[in-house]
């Protein structure tokens, strides 16, 4: 059978507490790993099974190790959290299309919050392959700015910015790529909505193409309920082949399906 | 061991090895599920359903999670009739299980028109009508909620096809007997029990709905008991099949609505908690009657439910 995204059964390898509440899980997971692209996700399936599954951005996949990097902030991340190492979990995926790389040279990656998930495979990618890669990444405070050590080992530039003022920049992180110089010809993000809008407007007065991992609820997370639209301009490539309806210059689509990453210009947010 | 269970029903004149249904708007078409599910183990999918014009569908929010169970407001996202059989069906043969399609509409002649192109086409085994989706407006409702006008529209919609017509009907009601005798006198084959019950969630910080449709229907297993009781008024009042839904997510909760009067059931908000489930509930069913010595899930329908007309159920079988 061709690789692809299937159920995977995993087993808990590792847990690691990276700040209170902040909670990274490492899995036994090769099949999956091997698949995973950057930006993709995961639907984890409850252990107790009595909730809908949660969406969770792959945040590592190499070799016989995929990991979920994820805040606690609710009933079912809470049961997540209280898993440990032996411990097994089923992950739906990897879902989704992720991050398109092209032969980007110079790459400005901006990240918010959770956002920090989705984008450490790109980062890597991009490394690997001989590209400037620069992490603008905020948090409400320092100790929310988490792992930063793999980032700047995997060979990012890291620039900074909390709310507090506690580390890097006082302010919002989309300012400090407002001011830099040297333009990357590549911006990519996740976090926070706002944050993803203020990108999509830098990005617009840089004069540089983003590509914007949204954040959305979703039931499903495959495509089959319709519950996770954004309007996109319908002569996106990933806008899903619909009819004109009422003015008919955009058309929903699935942020499970056809994204989570979306082309900035594309968007009609 | 299981295997010589018999679980297969009869719906109209749609027979299905399973009697598992994947509820409208909760699967896709199938497709979406196929790299997690064995379709080939589950009954039939009940598609999205399309209506006449295409529909760009609600504002977001269209999710809330809601204390076991969620509310949706989708609002019947669609591209029309036209375009989904010029595009859409054809695909739909390469399915490993039976495909009903779902329809819905405004009107009397839409429900009509679009059920008679649908119909008309081989990939589609069946013809669910969705007279009861409670997030279009209150238009969308109106019929299942009106005897008189679920009878005005079967009647219109079995005037146009031979296909097994399924009705789907809203919780939504004072007396849903009343309204599944009058489906039934119009010419329906069976009923689907039922669609979701309407409900809003509101965000205490912002003042507002948190959906975008301000309203939207509830589902999973907070409205299973309603819906076990919904089947036992129907199972009543009809002697055709019924399709029983709402919040069944493993076999002890399928089994309510076979012993309330069900023939078969429909899973839908349990595919987003896990897409295995469909497979495991037919799995379990096997288990559970094999284990009381049981060959067939036929012996049990309807056993919890004193009114229950037992010979009408499956008239044509062998016994
Ligand atoms: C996201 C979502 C979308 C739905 N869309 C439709 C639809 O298009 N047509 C329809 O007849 N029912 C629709 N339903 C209702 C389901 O088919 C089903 O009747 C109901 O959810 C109860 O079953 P459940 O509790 O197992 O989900 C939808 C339900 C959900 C949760
Ligand atoms: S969550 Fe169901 S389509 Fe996206």
Redesign the pocket.
Known sequence: MLPGPSVHDVVVLDRTELARGVILLGFYAPELAAVTSPGQFVMAIPPGGERAATALAIYEAQGERASLLFFVCGARTRELAELRPGDKLSLTGPLGNGFTLESARDVAIVAGGVGIASVLLPAQRLAERGARVRLFYGARNSELLVDRDRFASAGCELCCATDDGSFGHHGFITELLAQTDDKPDLILACGPSPMLRATALVAAELGVRAQLALEETF??GVGG???CVVPLDRASVQAPKFPKTGSGDYVHARVCKEGPVFWAHELRW | MVSKVDLSVRIGKLELPYPTLM????YGSGEEFEAFADLSKIGAV?L??VTREPRLGNPMP??VSTPA??L?A?G?QNPGIDWYLEHEVAKFAKRPCAVVG?V?AFSVDDYAYVTERLAARAEIAAI?L?I??P?VGSEGETFACDPDLTGKVVRAVRAVTDKTLIV?LSPNVTDIAAIAAEAERAGADAL?V???LRGMSIDVHAWKPRLGNLTG?L???A??PV?VLAVYEAARAVSIPIVG????ENATDALEFFLAGASAI?????N?TDPRIPERIVDELGAYLAARGLQSLRDIVGKANAGFGTPFQYEGDAG
């Open positions: 039931a499903c309920c319709w519950g | 509820a409208s708007g909760c009940v999205k359903s269209r999710l169970g969620m949706n989708i019947l779902s819905a669910e969705n009861s989706c997030n789907k689907a039922i669609n979701t229907g589902s999973g297993p409205i299973r819906a839904q709402g919040g069944i429909a899973i839908g908000t349990a987003f």
